[in-house]
């Protein structure tokens, strides 16, 4: 009996001692695990500053965020008033991350630098390729074969229109017009062909400054729509992704709308507190009918490429696979035909309804420089950034 005690006591001290141990080495484990995860966010923060791209302000909110969960935690700081959207953005974005540890958000942090590096380094080797590049920063514009080719290029922000780009377009299209080619084609790289306006944009706007920046603005989308309006070649739109807002928009101003089968169409103006632009509240019902264009601009319906053809805004749909090809094979075959022929056949039709398009155009910026600033506008837009945060 008193050995069996002995053992007994013997086996719980050995038991223990195990216990102990396997506890050191799992506390162990953790320590090298936390420490190679502070290390990955270390280098991450350093990544970050060597981008050569700014990442869009959807992706700064995400990376604010997180860096804020990694560093202090969950956020239990006050929500800041409702003009101070900028303020109002990064808060919804930390609180939207909840209870998410630090060693989550580091994770999470060091992922999207990771990416957004990977893919930056994927469209350096897609601009190397173009030998014919120019000055342009967010386009590559390239003439051969008697046509201009316009590319939006930023493809990690799914080709989003910031001023900067909004300029560059204006100037490639009075380029092209003044030129010898005789048909211009515009397409996005990447995966989208545009995702409309930077909406970040409005992230850096402070309340004071909100109406003389709209007025700017609708200065800036006036010029930009009226170089689709002037263009006086055959224009042609290659849309080889999603295209949304002021991209579908300015469809109606171009002679060719060629579409991958994987492309659809977006005007999700009511969801944004805004309206339509790009001369749509004219060309729209015009090319589809009151129905399908209410349909879209003022109940943000999504068209299939499919869809968009039978309503008539597309003209040919192509397979995604031989997409580019099929494209340049029609632009090619524009491309021998008359420049002059080319030129006068659309004067005789656009210029019976130029005056119009202008008049439409200005209406149409004045009503957006009277919106954006409006409370519900603001509103919209944060609740925009706050649900696609989650």
């Known amino acids: 009996m008193l050995i069996a005690q002995k053992l007994s006591r013997k086996y719980r001290c050995i038991g223990c001692v195990v216990a102990i141990h396997m506890y050191f080495l799992k506390y162990q484990s953790c320590r090298m695990l936390s420490s190679k995860v502070d290390g990955d966010f270390e280098t991450a923060k350093q990544r970050l500053n060597t981008l050569k791209q700014e990442p869009g302000n959807d992706v700064k909110l995400q990376i604010y965020a997180l860096f804020k969960q990694a560093t202090i935690g969950a956020n239990n700081t006050k929500r800041p008033g409702t003009f101070n959207f900028v303020g109002q953005a990064k808060w919804n974005a930390w609180n939207d991350l909840g209870p998410m540890s630090k060693d989550e958000a580091k994770e999470e942090y060091v992922k999207i630098v990771k990416d957004l590096s990977d893919a930056e380094g ?29 590319v939006l290029n930023r493809p990690t922000k799914k080709n989003a229109l ?71 070649k055959p224009l042609v739109a290659a849309i080889n992704g999603p295209a949304i807002g002021v991209s579908v928009t300015a469809l109606g101003l171009f002679d060719l709308v060629l579409a ?119 509103n919209a837009i944060m609740k925009f950034f706050q649900e696609k945060n989650k």
């Open 260 to 378: 991958s089968e994987n492309a659809t169409f977006s005007t999700p103006f009511s969801r944004l507190g805004q309206s339509p632009e790009g001369c749509s509240s004219y060309t729209f019902p015009k090319i589809m009918g009151h129905a399908k264009a209410c349909d879209m601009m003022l109940f943000n319906n999504k068209l299939t490429a499919t869809e968009a053809k039978e309503c008539g805004l597309v003209t040919k749909i192509f397979p995604k696979e031989s997409f580019e090809t099929d494209v340049m094979s029609q632009v090619e075959a524009i491309a021998k035909l008359p420049v002059k022929s080319l030129i006068y056949s659309k004067a005789l039709m656009r210029d019976p309804e130029l005056d119009l398009l202008h008049k439409v155009n200005e209406a149409e910026c004045d009503r957006l420089v009277e919106r954006w600033p409006s409370e519900d506008c603001i």
């Open 162 to 232: 910031t001023r900067e780009m909004y300029e560059e377009i204006i100037v490639a299209l009075n380029e092209a017009g003044k030129d010898d080619t005789a048909v211009t084609v515009m397409t996005g790289a990447g995966d989208y062909y545009c995702s409309g306006n930077d909406l970040g944009n409005f992230m850096v706007i402070k309340p004071e400054e909100m109406h003389q920046v709209a007025k700017e603005s609708g200065d800036l989308l006036r010029r930009y729509v009226n170089a689709y309006i002037d263009f006086p």
């Open 122 to 150: 994927e469209a350096e080797e897609e601009v190397g390729d173009v030998s014919s590049s120019t000055d342009y920063q967010n386009l590559i514009v390239t003439k051969q074969n008697n046509y201009t080719k316009i």
